[in-house]
């Protein structure tokens, strides 16, 4: 039986989520037949945008970070991207779509947003985003609703504890952070050499309406009590190895877990789904590690 075409959610909007999560899954397949090496990215992208969380990729400049979400875009009919690369002299008004520059394009009318070399504005530019990345909201100067899903921001630097204190409270915006490396596999290498073609969608395409039913979807997920204490499990043992996660970060590491469920096919979070959460548990880079540890110990126990 197709769990949702089962799902007794709002009325018939949802009749058709199946084909749109199929359609989600082949968006993914394409993206990741061009993009070598990049298939945890490319759904944790997916996945950030169904959660409506925002994400940073950390990596060297030409790892194809900017190029994977320009292209899955391509695929969403009606989802606006406002693309802008970061500098020391960047103010927020150079976001806005009022700046003649942006050509009617902004952080204010756009579902998607990409900024590269994020942390290279100064440091007034970036505070000012935290009320939209965490509200959704422009103050110009009255509140104004904006339709962001989404903020995506690259960068080269790898966060130490060094990082400025100012910043962390931004930082902590970012509920997914992915380190973007080199591609490895010989073979993979090669066939990046060969690729003589631009990107094409091979027409596997979503309109905005029907991604933003995926997305109401995801939040009917079903958690059962025996996932909510694996995750207190893990935070407690995180806790005592000094790696700290905000009470609002493990709030929303819930609509993170619920999206993954919701890709693979089930109305119920798996114990599995929690390794989704990996990328969002640590702040500092030396910290990824333990992270990784504590979460496949306790996943390994859960089995037993």
Same mark, same amino acid.
Request: no cysteine.
């Given at each position: 039986?197709?769990?949702?075409?089962?799902?007794?959610?709002?009325?018939?909007?949802?009749?058709?989520?199946?084909?749109?999560r199929k359609r989600i899954i082949s968006?993914?397949?394409?993206?990741?037949?061009?993009?070598?090496?990049?298939?945890?990215?490319?759904?944790?992208?997916?996945? #950030?945008?169904?959660?409506?969380?925002?994400?940073?990729?950390?990596?060297?400049?030409?790892?194809?970070?900017?190029?994977?979400?320009?292209?899955?875009?391509?695929?969403?009919k009606g989802l606006k991207l406002f693309d802008y690369q970061m500098t020391p002299h960047t103010e927020i008004n150079d976001l806005l779509s009022y700046n003649p520059l942006n050509k009617g394009n902004g952080i204010d009318k756009c579902e998607i947003v990409l900024i590269d070399e994020f942390f290279k504005g100064k440091t007034s530019t970036l505070n000012s985003l935290l009320s939209i990345m965490n509200e959704r909201i422009l103050y110009n100067p009255e509140p104004v609703n904006i339709p962001l899903i989404s903020l995506f921001a690259t960068s080269n630097e790898k966060p130490d504890r060094t990082v400025s204190s100012n910043l962390l409270p931004l930082y902590d915006r970012f509920l997914l952070r992915k380190e973007v490396l080199p591609i490895a596999g010989?073979?993979?290498?090669?066939?990046?050499?060969?690729?003589?073609?631009?990107? #094409?969608?091979?027409?596997?395409?979503?309109?905005?309406?029907?991604?933003?039913?995926?997305?109401?979807? #995801?939040?009917?997920?079903?958690?059962?009590?025996?996932?909510?204490?694996?995750?207190?499990?893990?935070?407690?043992?995180?806790?005592?190895?000094?790696?700290?996660?905000?009470?609002?970060?493990?709030?929303?590491?819930?609509?993170?877990?619920?999206?993954?469920?919701?890709?693979?096919?089930?109305?119920?979070? #798996?114990?599995?789904?929690?390794?989704t959460i990996e990328s969002s548990m640590w702040t500092y880079y030396s910290d990824i590690r333990t992270v990784k540890s504590i979460i496949n110990k306790y996943l390994y126990n859960f089995f037993r």
């Open positions: 039986m197709n769990e949702f075409l089962n799902m007794d959610i709002d009325g018939d909007i949802y009749e058709d989520i199946d084909g749109v968006i993914i397949g394409n993206l990741d037949a061009y993009f070598f090496e990049r298939y945890e990215l490319i759904e944790a992208i997916l996945i #950030s945008i169904i959660a409506k969380q925002h994400m940073i990729l950390i990596g060297e400049p030409g790892l194809a970070k900017t190029a994977i979400l320009k292209a899955l875009i391509k695929h969403v010989e073979d993979n290498f090669k066939n990046l050499l060969k690729l003589g073609e631009e990107y #094409s969608s091979n027409n596997i395409n979503l309109t905005l309406e029907e991604l933003n039913k995926i997305i109401a979807a #995801s939040r009917k997920i079903n958690i059962g009590e025996p996932i909510y204490n694996l995750i207190f499990s893990i935070r407690e043992e995180l806790k005592n190895r000094q790696v700290i996660v905000s009470d609002r970060r493990w709030r929303d590491t819930v609509k993170i877990i619920k999206a993954k469920a919701l890709l693979e096919n089930r109305l119920y979070v #798996s114990e599995n789904d929690i390794r």
